[in-house]
């Protein structure tokens, strides 16, 4: 006999937990506004989590796309001044090496100040004192005031403070259906992939916030949406090479910007025309791109060992005939579908992760007009506050927050980014007590384990075990989780297989698959 769905009710519903609707709900939720937040994987699960983690100063885009130039400016220089926890301030360079455009070297300087952005000539020798790694074939090199954020901090941070404030977030829910009557949705249908458990909510209005599944979405809604799909590939060393983010000083393509993050240093990327979002994954002929193009910049990237790649995908508006992604606009989508026919149904793309706040303002306004409510914006001028559920996604944080304070009974689960168990039951608790699965991709999200050299080879082990002496998992509870989450990793490694990452992904194989048998199939293991 079929179940009937539960039933809930808010006055918004969001789809989609990255960035901007993290923040979207943060921002309705200060507004007064009750909301949901539904997720069909948990936070950052799209581009939110397959970005450089640069917070742009909007150099990047002063010769193709003023609008998005202005736009990072201002943003960046709000959200440094009301999250500076979530962001590393290193400052930037934009460095020209020998075989570039001179003409548009030339001209940099003229669209920076164009769009209000600073932009420092250095002369070659200061350049390279300041970054030793650049190549000796440099010929111009501009400062800027780029920096590095935490995309996975920022989003817990947001979600979390809308929750204080009366947000639901339900991971691990996605949208099946929408239930229609005259012109207005009056329920949408979520159905847990795993579970298989069902719900209805009822909204006043239901903003899709999916970035780069915006189209499937609005498909459910019979609503047409116009989107083409361009994966980005980057790659993670084990090591910080540069303190401050490196661009290359031309037309954004291949392999030209290297971002610090915490410990570590991120490379992209590439623009890769794929059919569906649910496609993107890494392949070797773009880790040879991107490190032959790097490599140009900083030459030790061309012997560098890697020991993650990823990929994300940009969702850009624009007809099908559109030739080079990379002039597309990065600016964002607001669409209210009144004038297809739904009144409640808005749709929020496009854009990038330093934009997101004020994305998620423009909606939230537009949202208020709909529900007739007058409180305005407070994202503009309230500092995010800082928890301790979003610290540890920090790369290199868990030794200074932790060594400091060493319990001699707590020990380590993950030794190549030092997370101890007193950490992960901190978080299995958390998420648990937010209504959440805290399973191993769960608590590997919202700290650093798994993302050190081994990519999870020892950790993901030792967590599971760890899990079940305290007696939160049971039966083959463990089993797959495990396998969810190394095949998770396995996808960054297999493109890499060179060298020291090759050795690496062998004995992770002999410990999972030669040890644990972790390879056979649920048939062979139940005999």
């Not at 090199?141 to 947001?158: M, T």
């Not at 949406?225 to 031309?250: E, F, Q, W």
């Not at 993050?261 to 890769?272: A, P, Q």
């Not at 392949?283 to 020991?307: C, F, K, N, W």
């Amino acid at each position: 006999m079929k179940m009937k769905s539960k039933i809930q009710s808010t006055r918004v519903l969001i789809i989609g937990g990255g960035a901007t609707g993290t923040g979207l709900a943060r921002d309705l939720a200060l507004r007064g506004i009750p909301c949901i937040l539904v997720e069909k994987q948990d936070i950052n699960a799209g581009a939110s989590g397959g970005n450089h983690g640069l917070l742009h100063s909007g150099a990047r885009y002063v010769a193709s796309d003023t609008e998005a130039a202005n736009e990072c400016r201002v943003e960046s220089g709000i959200l440094k001044r009301l999250a500076p926890h979530c962001i590393d301030d290193t400052g930037g360079l934009f460095v020209a090496v020998a075989g570039d455009n001179e003409n548009y070297i030339a001209d940099f300087p003229y669209y920076c100040s164009k769009c209000g952005i600073s932009a420092t000539p250095l002369d070659i020798g200061t350049a390279r004192e300041m970054e030793p790694a650049l190549s000796d074939r440099i010929i111009a090199a501009y400062q800027v005031q780029d920096a590095a954020i935490d995309p996975f901090r920022l989003s817990l941070e947001n979600i979390s403070h809308a929750q204080r404030l009366g947000c639901t977030f339900l991971k691990n829910m996605e949208v099946i259906d929408f239930h229609i009557h005259e012109g207005r949705i009056q329920a949408t249908g979520l159905r847990n992939p795993v579970t298989g458990e069902t719900l209805l909510i009822e909204a006043e209005q239901v903003v899709s916030a999916s970035g780069a599944w915006a189209q499937k979405i609005g498909k459910l809604a019979g609503i047409s949406i116009g989107m083409i799909y361009s994966k980005g590939t980057l790659l993670v060393t084990p090591n910080r090479i540069a303190g401050r983010v490196i661009n290359r000083l031309r037309r954004a393509t291949d392999g030209d910007i290297l971002v610090p993050g915490g410990t570590v240093s991120i490379l992209g990327t590439t623009s890769v025309r794929i059919e569906s979002p649910d496609m993107a994954a890494p392949t070797v002929e773009e880790v040879d791109l991107i490190v032959d193009q790097g490599a140009a910049m900083v030459p030790v990237l061309a012997h560098s060992r890697y020991i993650r790649s990823y990929s994300g995908v940009r969702p850009l508006l624009q007809p099908a005939s559109a030739e080079n992604d990379r002039q597309v606009s990065r600016g964002f989508a607001l669409i209210d579908h009144q004038e297809d026919g739904l009144e409640n149904f808005i749709t929020i793309t496009g854009g990038k992760l330093t934009t997101f706040r004020l994305m998620a303002e423009k909606t939230a306004d537009l949202l208020c007009q709909k529900l007739r409510v007058t409180a305005s914006c407070k994202t503009k001028t309230e500092p995010l506050p800082e928890t301790q559920r979003g610290q540890w996604t920090e790369p290199g944080i868990s030794p200074r927050l932790w060594m400091g304070k060493q319990d001699p009974e707590d020990f380590l689960l993950c030794e190549c980014e030092m997370v101890p168990a007193s950490v992960v039951e901190k978080l299995h608790l958390s998420i648990s007590n937010e209504g959440l699965t805290p399973d191993i991709h769960a608590i590997a999200l919202r700290s650093r384990i798994g993302k050190g050299p081994c990519q999870g080879a020892f950790c993901s082990v030792r967590v599971a075990a760890h899990l079940y002496n305290l007696g939160k998992l049971n039966a083959d509870e463990g089993i797959r989780q495990l396998k969810q989450f190394l095949s998770e990793r396995w996808r960054g490694q297999h493109p890499l297989l060179w060298n020291q990452a090759l050795a690496q992904s062998e004995l992770l194989e002999a410990i999972h698959c030669g040890t644990f048998c972790l390879e056979q199939s649920e048939k062979e293991e139940s005999f």
